[in-house]
């Protein structure tokens, strides 16, 4: 006789173990950010590797293994497994970190998610991962947590006080960027799911805009993990050249940094290519980034309501509309906790409250983005990645991104 364990949905397991870990904060526990910075080996030595800061990494894996251990529990996942498989995780995931934390990867923009992917593609691909290990990993649940506490850095009241421009940009990039980029992808016949999450990568804010929707529409990780790397190969040279293009023509800083904050994809390459420009140019393509970024919660909602209404489940009749249930059981719920965090964070926290833990949630929600890349990784067959069938995604990946940065410098040249 079998018995049924009772598990919770995904989406409200991140709610919870989301909020938990505001609240953990908000109460007093903060956890000191581990150093990764370096630059050269005495650096890396002297500062990565000491010993007081292995032991703040060493608590900090702690807390997310607790948490990550509460998740796999609510959600009905082997603890066991889960015990022998983060902690490989989270290794492969600092040793992201610390390579990003070089002075020259700086210089370039080049984040650690980047190379928490490149890591697990390596270890997934060259060493044979038992099938129960593979099934340990939670992509998903890490991606949303880091999409919840991504809430807690987007206040609505810095950006209204920084001006409407950046929001009326933000607005009109976002819509014309995405209808025309599901269009192209519509017009060579890519794969739905695919298609989603590329527009919303191109136009909205890159990595996250993609974790975002393919929660919305339920995607399949490995297709989520194309359409990053397709973004985060693109950001690099955005960054470097787009600066140089400006400068070229003469752009103003203003217009120059409008470009760059709706064009570049990435939040860290945004600051990376501002600070080239200068500081003018910084501030308002950070403004436009966050303002991009404020409308993610409601772009992942849409496109919920969206896929629920064209995509019936099987056997349903493609004439009748889906019902207020229906709707319900398809919406994204990490997003309830991304817009929580906001409100709270904008309306509720003191902002000497905010200021005192925001390093330490801005820490922890990189972290947890770091670990589902690296998961990720794992997961992904590098072959299936970069097949023939690829082809057409990053055609039309690359078209959707061209129009971006076209269309965007003409809004930036209007209204800047």
């Not at 989406?11 to 938990?20: N, P, R």
Request: charged share 10%; with cysteine.
């Amino acid at each position: 006789m079998s018995t049924k364990k009772l598990t919770l949905h995904e989406d409200w397991a991140v709610v919870i173990l989301g909020s938990l870990i505001i609240l953990l904060s908000i109460s007093g526990l903060i956890l000191t950010v581990p150093v990764f910075g370096w630059s050269n080996p005495d650096q890396l030595f002297n500062n990565v590797f000491k010993a007081a800061n292995l032991a703040v990494i060493g608590i900090q894996f702690l807390l997310v293994f607790v948490i990550a251990g509460l998740g796999a529990l609510l959600v009905g996942k082997p603890v066991k497994n889960f015990v022998v498989m983060f902690p490989l995780v989270y290794v492969l995931t600092i040793i992201a970190l610390i390579i990003a934390g070089n002075k020259q990867v700086k210089y370039y923009g080049l984040e650690a998610v980047i190379f928490s992917l490149v890591i697990g593609l390596i270890i997934g691909n060259f060493f044979k991962l038992p099938e129960w290990l593979r099934a340990a990993l939670s992509t998903e649940l890490y991606v949303k947590i880091g999409l919840v506490l991504l809430g807690t850095s987007v206040i609505f009241s810095d950006i209204l006080k920084a001006g409407s421009l950046g929001l009326i940009q933000a607005l009109l990039v976002v819509t014309s960027v995405w209808y025309f980029a599901f269009w192209v992808c519509k017009k060579l016949k890519v794969d739905d799911e695919i298609a989603m999450m590329i527009s919303s990568a191109v136009s909205i804010c890159g990595v996250s805009a993609a974790i975002a929707t393919a929660g919305a529409i339920k995607g399949d990780s490995k297709k989520l993990s194309y359409v990053i790397s397709m973004v985060l190969i693109t950001a690099v040279p955005m960054m470097i050249f787009m600066p140089m293009i400006a400068h070229y023509f003469h752009f103003s800083q203003e217009v120059t940094g409008a470009w760059l904050g709706g064009s570049i994809d990435t939040t860290g390459a945004v600051v990376a290519s501002g600070s080239l420009v200068g500081e003018v140019a910084l501030k308002i393509s950070t403004i436009v980034k966050f303002s991009q970024n404020v409308l993610l919660g409601l772009a992942a909602f849409a496109i919920s309501i969206y896929w629920t209404y064209t995509k019936h489940p099987a056997g349903s009749d493609p004439d009748k509309k889906p019902t207020l249930k229906v709707i319900w059981e398809r919406f994204p719920k990490f997003v309830l906790g991304f817009i929580g965090a906001s409100l709270l964070f904008s309306f509720f926290i003191s902002p000497e409250t905010g200021a005192h833990i925001k390093d330490s949630l801005k820490n922890l929600q990189g972290l947890w983005f770091a670990l589902a890349f690296t998961s990720i990784g794992l997961e992904t067959n590098f072959a299936e990645l970069f097949s023939e069938n690829s082809k057409k995604p990053l055609y039309a990946f690359l078209i959707a991104q061209t129009f971006n940065i076209f269309i965007t410098l003409a809004i930036a040249f209007v209204l800047f």
